[in-house]
């Protein structure tokens, strides 16, 4: 299932907010350069009152960079997880959310830091044509870019082991350690008296 | 009238449920070398956590239920049903305990989502989960797509003669050898034959899209264990789409149609029959009516302009049909694109070829196509009854490794099990409608789930109602099992309460 971009109210109203604090750089930008900055959620609601537009687009560099020849492909989420993730402590806020960018591989190639489980992946700014359904990229929703530029530095993401799970770990351990036995003694005891 | 069961019985169940619960621990052991091999540690104290408690149960309810009475009929499927309830109560613990779940439920979902091989998911923030943690979701979609009854008649059942009961109440009854343990592994070699070669293209291709040659092995067999149980699930949030990539999709179509397909008919082939694939009544009813969907569902947005190019509009039309009909649940488009870009005719045919899904004894879920052609072979049959003289005798055939007679016996239970699925497609529809979604996002929804596909057009999320979660819950687990067995667990606890003793 691809799960991109919430549905629910409540979810689209964290998103909102976290959104705008974070745009307000953004918007200046994006002002300067005459370019509308737009959200996954609003792009995915309205496809078509976008489609052909010049956006401007910031998110977490997620994954990986996919060099195709001169090109490559970026994912860029402006979720709730966007500056912090569930591993560094940030609370739930629903499903990821982004974009698909096709860019210039030496642009993307100034991304150092891609999200994952180890990572807050770069922040970075891109401005584009959105497609709603690029004929290029076999009617992919995408937004290609011309520009990117690192908002915020990535980086590691240390996930410490809980104490509290360490002690539930070994006391569970030793349950099971209990429970094996007491099932091979029964089935000893079983063994012996069949014979 | 029902007899109370006796003790006896309560043993042989829970001996067995113990034994599979035992199956599921040691399952999350690939799952926690994973997170070993990664530093994953507070991943890796979660799993040691998840096998404890599996081992814990599984056997301590041993040592108390031994007895060596053998499984009957009534005891295979009630122990099918009950220890998917038990696999996924405990199996569910690794996700709850990687805080990227809103409550144990939402955690209960995903692994019943992920057994059933529905691909439906309440997971956050998946872009930044533990590779050990995707592991499991992985895995444990696959482990369903094979049964999770058959990897403990594989490797913990040793020739119990009651034990294929069990299998047949995982909705399974195809024995492609005289002995059901010999099936189970039979099913394994095909499986594991196509994970060695589906796995391996898709990591190669990975690594010529540019991905880094861990994450493309990575990627490769996840989303081989994706495709092949028809369970839908990936390893990032954006699923298939990620890749952008036909050769990716290619690959992906083949092992989805692969994994829909009955392990007989595997067999049969594996075996030197080849001319089974074109001759049997599954793999034609499934041409027919992939082709019929796709057929309309190009028209329609062919109609509505939304993909501008012939080619690319037939390549997103079929990606996302040939997904929807063998339960699988990839997509390249937008969960919400559904709604945005394909509009009520493309959720409607989608919503039917989910509704018909895969083959039976298959990874997938659905009606069925053989029941399809069965029903679709009997309406054949009376047509041409009413055209002919009294006194004729009109039988009708099918080619199911065999000519097999249609009788009237086969029509009714074929007709007992679809009118079983329509009947709980209809109700997921009105009771997503009651909780205030429109009709259509909600029967697309509720199909999905009780299908066991997993495409979404934006109804699931963390913040769906609880009660409509259980639904979908019951909904997964029902349309795997195909109603039987829960039928026989739902037979027992009544009878333990109400039965003559």
């Known amino acids: 299932m691809s799960r991109l971009v919430p549905r629910c109210p409540g979810v689209r109203v964290i998103l909102a907010v976290n959104l705008l604090i974070a745009l307000v750089p953004g918007c200046a930008h994006a002002a300067a350069s005459g370019v509308a900055p737009r959200t996954s959620t609003e792009l995915v609601a309205s496809p078509a009152e976008f489609d052909g537009e010049a956006v401007a687009f910031t998110g977490e560099v997620i994954g990986e960079s996919m060099e195709r020849g001169d090109m490559a492909w970026l994912h860029l989420n402006d979720d709730a997880y966007r500056d912090r993730n569930v591993e560094e402590g940030a609370p739930l806020g629903g499903y990821n959310s982004g974009m698909a960018v096709w860019i210039p591989a030496e642009a993307a190639s100034t991304v150092v830091t891609f999200g994952d489980h180890a990572h807050e992946g770069d922040v970075v700014r891109i401005s584009g044509t959105f497609n709603a359904a690029c004929p290029e990229h076999g009617g992919d929703m995408d937004i290609h870019a011309s520009s990117l530029e690192v908002v915020t530095p990535g980086h590691r993401v240390d996930d410490p082991v809980d104490p509290g799970k360490v002690v539930w770990a070994i006391v569970l351990s030793m349950a099971a350690l209990v429970a094996f036995l007491a099932d091979r003694l029964r089935a000893r005891a079983e063994d012996t008296r069949g014979m | ?501």
Not at chain 2, 281 to 294: N, Y
Request: charged share 15%.
């Open chain 2, 1 to 501: 009238m029902l007899l109370r069961p006796r003790r006896e019985d309560h043993l042989v169940i829970g001996k067995y449920t113990g034994k599979i619960v035992i199956g599921i621990g040691f399952l999350m052991v690939v799952p926690l070398l994973t997170s070993i091999a990664f530093g994953e540690w507070d991943t890796v104290v979660d799993f040691v956590i998840s096998i404890s408690l599996c081992m814990a149960f599984g056997y301590g309810t041993q040592a108390v239920c031994r007895t060596d009475r053998d499984l009957g009929w009534s005891h295979g499927l009630v122990v099918a049903s009950s220890s998917w309830l038990v696999a996924t109560a405990i199996g569910a613990m690794p996700h709850w305990l990687s805080g990227h779940m809103g409550s144990y439920l939402d955690a209960m979902f995903d692994v019943m989502s992920g057994y059933t091989t529905t691909g439906l998911y309440l997971m956050q923030d998946l872009d930044h989960i533990a590779h050990g943690l995707n592991m499991w979701r992985h895995l444990l979609t696959y482990a369903g797509g094979q049964g999770i009854v058959v990897i403990a008649l594989t490797f913990l059942f040793k020739g119990a003669a009651g034990a294929y009961t069990v299998y047949v109440g995982e909705g399974k009854d195809e024995r492609l050898l005289p002995n059901v343990v010999q099936t189970a592994r039979a099913i394994w070699l095909v499986s594991l034959l196509w994970l060695a070669v589906g796995a391996l293209a898709l990591a190669i291709t990975g690594l010529a899209l540019g991905q880094e040659p861990v994450r493309a092995v990575l990627h490769g067999l996840w989303v081989y264990m994706g495709a092949w149980s028809t369970g839908g699930f990936a390893p990032q949030s954006y699923n298939t789409f990620y890749y952008h990539s036909l050769a990716y999709e290619l690959i992906a179509i083949v092992v989805m149609i692969a994994g829909s397909f009955n392990f007989a008919l595997h067999w049969a082939v594996w075996t030197g029959k080849r001319r089974e694939v074109v001759r049997n009544i599954e793999t034609l009813s499934f041409a027919v009516t992939l082709s019929l969907t796709v057929l309309v569902a190009t028209f329609a947005l062919a109609r509505a302009g939304v993909y501008s190019d012939a080619m690319v509009l037939f390549r997103k039309v079929f990606y996302q049909l040939v997904s929807g009909h063998t339960t699988t649940g990839f997509s390249t488009i937008y969960a919400r694109a559904w709604v945005t870009q394909w509009g009520p005719i493309g959720l409607m045919v989608t919503t039917i070829a989910m509704a018909i899904g895969a083959s039976a004894c298959s990874t997938g879920g659905g009606i069925k196509g053989i029941r399809m052609g069965v029903i679709s072979r009997a309406f054949m049959q009376d047509v041409r009854r009413m055209v002919s003289p009294e006194r004729a005798m009109v039988t009708a055939k099918y080619h199911h490794l065999r000519d097999q007679l249609l009788d009237d016996s086969l029509v009714r239970t074929t007709m007992t099990i679809t009118i079983a699925y329509l009947s709980l497609y209809g109700l997921m529809a009105v009771i997503g409608t009651l909780y205030g979604y429109d009709f259509l996002e909600a029967a697309y929804e509720g199909v999905s789930a009780a299908s066991n596909t997993g495409l979404s057009c934006g109804v699931t999320a963390p913040t769906m109602p609880d009660a409509l979660k259980v639904l979908y819950i019951i909904a997964m687990w029902l349309g795997r099992l195909e109603f039987m067995s829960v039928f026989a667990l739902g037979g027992y606890a009544f009878a333990m309460v109400r039965g003559r003793r």
